[in-house]
């Protein structure tokens, strides 16, 4: 399914803000796998689902999808495959567009954009009946700008929209950080029954140990560019958060470095 | 007083026909400039360029013979071409939007001379030529220039309505949230850029007929007017319609700003001051314009206020106290 094979990436080559962040990451991901990523900041989560969502080119290593090689594939051709949700809500969905504005651009993702009309009469049907399945209301505000959403509305709009042309992967960058603990465990509920339902791949970087234990069937730790800890089935299920502090220490030799993964 | 007894109310009445019809032609060109600056979020200075080329382009062409439909169609592909310039230098070549397009105007400047065959300035005879506007047949331009206007708002009402349309709108909105749903944004950078250039070429190619000649200067200042249109008009619609404002309307808004734009101006002119500052007007205009949606946010959430606001809690907890 997601071949990651020994990836790097260097920021600011050669200047004085020189900055390693990939140094050699694998992973392998089989159809179906929802997995979780956790490290402490820098350890770099998000600059991995950058690499694989084509933000930049990585500078050795390849990424395959589907056994296809997509290394070379800039970010708006890879989008017809993946499924995208990020940490700012401001960055997943057009704010002076309506919400269904939004979604008809996000199922017309990796097909060609010509002259037929932005949106169908179906279409907008299909909408409001997703929506209402999201139970947030915003089935009856489908020609609201989506400026006027809260960031959970919006995050949950963004998930739609990542879903609503099934994705081969589908990538969550700590898509609940901004939210306030009971939104965000809404929208990790929303979460986990979109990829349910549809089956979907994903990967799911979170700052919260216990929503990385919580979900998912496999779960990642990182630390310094590298994947350290790969852990899968039996053994995830069992896992608690003082396994995976352990567990961190005696793989990197450092304490943990972030409070907030721990405290949450 | 003699200033005033000078100061004849027909006059202004006389001229009014006159400022209607270059309204809505500035306005045709305003709309190019609405593409750019408020649907790509783009501020695109080649306008000043490309007006004066689809002058430039009309003019010449019609003196060659060509009829006039055929100049103007060549008129907006010289634009459309000005534009496809402006895109170039900032998605293949990375250059930031206003250089880029203050490159491609300053360019044009040398391409316009050119195409005039080194003149800066050539006439066009409204007796010689069947002109579609000129300011011999004032009421036959204003029809004219308005049907160019409806027609023009319809299909750009169409084409932002479209896939593509949609494609572009999201890209002057969120550039990220677009690329992660597959928009190739340089692609639709360079076709709006391309488009808004075509409308303004457009525009350009009814003016020189319109007044009867082609000058080199004559788009100096043009994304000034443009930004003056979209602005008055903007500001204006929202006054009236406030929330019934939907995309055609603003289209029509902006044909209406030229419009009141011209109208101002033909009271300036009647007025008998100098036409020399009608540039620093302008700018004086745009500049109060642009001014009035933001001082009338800050009226209402100022720290002024709420510094008085908070002297009155202040009181009313000591009242208390006592």
Redesign the interface.
């Known amino acids: 399914m997601l071949n990651i094979i020994d990836i790097h990436k260097t920021f600011n080559l050669g200047t004085i803000n020189e900055k390693s962040a990939l140094n050699g990451v694998d992973l392998h991901l089989d159809k179906g796998d929802f997995c979780t990523i956790i490290g402490g900041n820098g350890a770099g989560k998000s600059t991995m689902l950058n690499a694989v ?1 084509g933000v930049w080119p990585v500078d050795r290593g390849a990424i395959l999808l589907n056994g296809q090689n997509i290394t070379g594939l800039p ?3 890879r ?2 495959f ?1 499924g ?1 949700v ?1 940490q700012d809500p ?8 309506e919400i269904e ?1 939004n979604l ?3 199922a ?4 060609s ?7 169908t009469k179906q279409e907008k049907e299909k909408y409001r009946e997703l929506l209402r399945v999201l139970d947030l209301g915003l089935e009856d505000r489908m020609t609201s700008k989506v400026g006027l959403l809260s960031g959970g509305q919006r995050q949950a709009l963004t998930l739609l ?1 990542a879903t609503l042309q099934q994705p081969n992967l589908l990538l969550l960058d700590e898509h609940t950080a901004a939210l306030d603990p009971k939104t965000a465990e809404k929208v990790l509920r929303v979460t986990d029954q979109i990829i349910e339902e549809n089956h979907l791949t994903a990967l799911m970087v979170t700052h919260n140990m216990k929503d990385a234990i919580a979900h998912g069937n496999r779960l990642i730790m990182m630390h310094d560019g590298r994947v350290i800890l790969n852990i899968a089935g039996e053994e995830k299920k069992k896992l608690t958060v003082a396994d995976l502090l352990h567990q961190f220490e005696l793989v990197s030799g450092e304490e943990f470095a972030s409070d907030k993964a721990i405290l949450a | 007083m003699s200033y005033f007894a000078a100061l004849n109310p027909l006059n202004l009445l006389n001229a009014l026909p006159g400022c209607i019809a270059q309204g809505i032609i500035w306005g045709i060109m305003a709309l190019g400039v609405y593409v750019t600056f408020r649907l790509l979020d783009f501020a695109d200075l080649t306008v000043d360029g490309s007006f004066a080329t689809g002058c430039a382009v009309t003019v010449m062409l019609t003196l060659a013979g060509v009829p006039i439909p055929a100049a103007l169609l060549v008129a907006i592909f010289a634009g459309l071409l000005a534009g496809l310039v402006t895109g170039l230098l900032h998605t293949a070549l990375g250059i930031p939007p206003i250089l880029s397009g203050i490159l491609t105007q300053i360019a044009l400047y040398s391409v316009n001379l050119h195409i005039m065959g080194m003149a800066a300035n050539m006439a066009l005879s409204s007796q010689k030529y069947n002109l579609l506007v000129s300011l011999m047949n004032i009421p036959k331009s204003i029809l004219i220039a308005g049907l160019f206007a409806l027609a023009l708002i319809s299909l750009l009402y169409w084409y932002f309505g479209t896939e593509q349309g949609s494609s572009i709108r999201a890209t002057g909105c969120n550039p990220s949230m677009s690329k992660a749903n597959g928009i190739n944004i340089n692609f639709t950078k360079v076709l709006a850029l391309s488009l808004s250039n075509g409308l303004v070429g457009l525009a350009g190619g009814l003016m020189a007929q319109y007044q009867g000649f082609s000058d080199i200067n004559m788009g100096r200042g043009a994304i000034v007017i443009g930004l003056a249109a979209v602005i008055i008009g903007e500001v204006l619609g929202e006054a009236i319609l406030r929330k019934h404002m939907n995309f055609a309307l603003r289209l029509v808004f902006v044909i209406m700003g030229g419009i009141i734009y011209y109208i101002v101006v033909g009271i300036v002119l009647w007025l008998k001051l100098n036409s020399n500052d009608l540039k620093l007007f302008t700018a004086i205009i745009v500049a109060a314009f642009l001014a009035v949606p933001y001082i009338q946010g800050r009226r209402k959430n100022s720290f002024g206020r709420t510094a008085k606001a908070s002297l009155a809690a202040l009181e009313a907890r000591k009242d208390k106290e006592e």
Do not use: P, Q, Y
Not at chain 1, 108 to 111: E, H, I, L, Y
């Open positions: 969502a970010e708006h051709k989008a017809g993946l995208r990020f401001m960055t997943g969905t057009a704010a002076s567009m504005e008809a651009l996000a017309r993702r990796g097909k954009r010509k002259l037929g009309w932005g949106i929209m």
